[in-house]
């Protein structure tokens, strides 16, 4: 039954309706049988799912305020979905359980539905163009993160001296000394590493991987190479260079365009290729001692203004990727570095309030689950309206699920509802100073980096290079 306000305006449903309605809209098309609940569970598939969105979506200070709020809208749908009655406990030993499988299931909603409702801006230049980089996640300070997401190197002197005598040595009087102890307190803490690809036309997630704060950005990379589309070209920067990495990105018919520094050596005039101005190759000693193949790569200088750009990618026709859209989707890899502030700034997940490492995961898998699932729902609702030409505010997208949610029992004006807050959830036109001279207490002043070595190959490496084609071409 719809409700009438003073003014005699009709309004169809509250604001718990709205948001179960932006629920069930994401979660439509999915199919739950390959999560498979006991009989005796009182917790759905598709209910747990919503559950953790809300707990995700809920702007209260603690985890436990956030799942209240969650099962008050939960019970809404009623027992089908979610129990009457339910802990937090409980609630979060499940997750835990079935967080793998459900996230498996969203993800390939939300890929899918990106691609169905957004074919316009899905491919660049002919590519599914993913965007890739690294951040850290703060955790607290407990027993349970330090064991696992702490660095190796203090996990192992931990567990040589103990608590104990860590907390014998006292306080360093010098502060030098207190400087410095600071400082290796500070690297010692436990934090998660993020690595993420973010779609570049869509500025949407796609896929992500968590460890402890030492580990190998590269390393999360390439497991998820796999998943990619087939026609995907990966952009990122220096710090994802490697010989096995670019091997098995071409390997797997992925494209790639990525930044090169003075820490990387290319070869020119190698004869295994025809060659064009750009052409280089990739060939570490490493990989001729393995009698493995060169790379075949293109490079690509482009200046700013300011400094130099060097840019390798596997796409060597020009005609298939020019130089300036090669320029263009490198500088639209500053997307990915905007989505981690939005995710830890804007959205408040700088650092997480799990106690234990299970718990942080599992937290912060439904955060960025969460945080999708609102800015694709928030583009749809834009898509027939004029202010979808401009860019999306994820700070407005936040307060409107964040009041929605707050207040699900009130009944909203027309012009208040979830919807229509989405539809208005656009940056304000007025534009924005430039920054960069603000002396922000932790700003990074790093260096630029030098441009590659490159090198004309010798005889020798000439005449390797074809024997090791020549072997690889009689291999059955």
């Not at 030993?93 to 957004?118: D, I, K, N, P, Y």
């Not at 990495?245 to 005039?269: D, H, M, P, Q, Y």
């Not at 990739?282 to 200088?301: G, I, N, S």
């Amino acid at each position: 039954m719809s409700h009438r306000d003073k003014d005699g305006v009709s309004v169809s449903q509250t604001n718990a309706q709205g948001v179960i309605s932006a629920l069930k809209d994401l979660l439509a098309h999915i199919d739950w049988k390959d999560v498979q609940f006991r009989q005796d569970c009182r917790w759905s598939a598709c209910g747990l799912a919503m559950a953790a969105l809300l707990w995700a979506w809920a702007s209260n200070r603690t985890l436990t305020e956030r799942f209240a709020r969650a099962l008050r809208i939960m019970q809404l749908l009623g027992r089908p979905f979610a129990p009457a009655q339910a802990s937090y406990q409980g609630f979060l030993e499940l997750l835990v359980r079935r967080t793998a499988g459900l996230r498996l299931c969203l993800v390939s909603a939300f890929r899918a539905r990106m691609e169905s409702e957004f074919s316009n801006d899905y491919r660049i230049a002919g590519y599914v163009v993913l965007a890739g980089d690294g951040s850290n996640i703060q955790l607290p300070r407990t027993l349970s993160n330090q064991a696992l997401y702490a660095p190796a190197k203090a996990r192992r002197k931990k567990g040589k001296k103990g608590q104990k005598a860590s907390s014998r040595k006292g306080r360093p009087k010098s502060l030098k000394a207190r400087a410095k102890q600071s400082r290796t307190k500070k690297a010692e803490s436990p934090q998660m590493s993020l690595t993420a690809l973010l779609h570049v036309g869509l500025r949407l997630p796609w896929d992500w991987r968590l460890g402890s704060s030492d580990t190998s950005e590269r390393e999360h990379l390439r497991s998820m190479i796999a998943d990619l589309p087939p026609d995907t070209l990966l952009t990122a920067d220096c710090g994802f260079f490697g010989y096995e990495f670019w091997s098995e990105l071409v390997a797997s018919n992925r494209e790639f365009v990525i930044r090169v520094g003075g820490n990387v050596r290319l070869l020119k005039k190698l004869g295994i290729a025809r060659e064009s101005q750009g052409t280089v190759y990739l060939w570490p000693d490493k990989a001729a001692k393995r009698r493995q193949p060169p790379l075949v790569l293109r490079l690509v200088e482009v200046h700013d203004g300011r400094q130099s750009w060097f840019l390798v990618t596997s796409v060597l026709d020009p005609q298939r990727l020019s130089h300036e859209q090669v320029a263009q989707i490198y500088s639209s890899r500053w997307r990915v570095e905007l989505f981690f502030r939005n995710f830890k700034q804007t959205f408040g997940r700088a650092k997480l309030r799990s106690y234990k490492a299970e718990h942080a995961r599992c937290e912060a898998e439904w955060s960025l689950l969460g945080l999708w699932g609102m800015l694709l729902y928030a583009r749809i609702q834009q898509k027939s309206h004029p202010p979808s030409k401009q860019r999306l505010s994820v700070a407005r997208v936040l307060r409107a699920f964040g009041q929605a949610i707050d207040e699900f029992k009130s009944w909203p004006d027309p012009d208040q509802t979830l919807n229509s807050k989405l539809c208005n959830a656009i940056l304000d036109p007025y534009p924005r100073k430039d920054k960069t001279s603000r002396a922000y207490p932790r700003k990074k002043y790093e260096t630029t980096p030098k441009p590659p070595i490159i090198l004309i190959a010798t005889p020798t490496q000439k005449q390797n290079a074809k024997q090791v084609l020549a072997s690889r071409s009689q291999q059955p």
